[in-house]
């Protein structure tokens, strides 16, 4: 049970954690947009100021009243990668018998 207790903590932290750089990196992408556009600053002063790289000033000041919450990033839910079904055989069989595989290792 002690073991069950840890691992939720652990989940809870990071879940905690996660939602927290979310929160920052929503704020960052509002206040690159509103360096652009409302004190007219220039993407590449923005950019060396911020410590952010070009290309995130870039696609966060295409307009005035973009979605910040958006970020087009990672997998979409229930969408596994695209393994070619070789590779997926080769790998199941190395994580499944390591000890048959271990020149390998």
């Known amino acids: 049970m002690l073991f069950m207790a840890e691992n939720c903590k652990i989940?809870?932290?990071?879940?905690?954690?996660?939602?927290?750089?979310?929160?920052?990196?929503?704020?960052?992408?509002?206040q690159v947009n509103g360096l652009y556009f409302g004190y007219r600053v220039q993407k590449r002063e923005i950019a060396r100021?911020?410590?952010v790289n070009r290309r995130f000033v870039d696609?966060?000041?295409?307009?005035?009243?973009?979605?910040f919450t958006r970020d087009n990033r990672g997998w979409e839910k229930g969408k596994g990668r695209k393994w070619y079904c070789q590779l997926k055989e080769k790998k199941t069989q190395?994580?499944?018998?390591?000890?048959?595989?271990?020149?390998?290792?």
């Not at 696609?59 to 979605?67: G, K, L, R």
């Not at 190395?94 to 290792?105: E, F, G, Q, V, W």
Request: net charge positive.
């Open 49 to 51: 100021k911020e410590g």
């Open 11 to 30: 989940k809870f932290n990071r879940d905690r954690r996660l939602r927290n750089e979310e929160k920052k990196s929503i704020e960052k992408r509002r």
């Open 59 to 67: 696609n966060w000041t295409q307009t005035p009243d973009q979605d």
């Open 94 to 105: 190395l994580t499944h018998d390591p000890k048959k595989n271990a020149k390998i290792y």
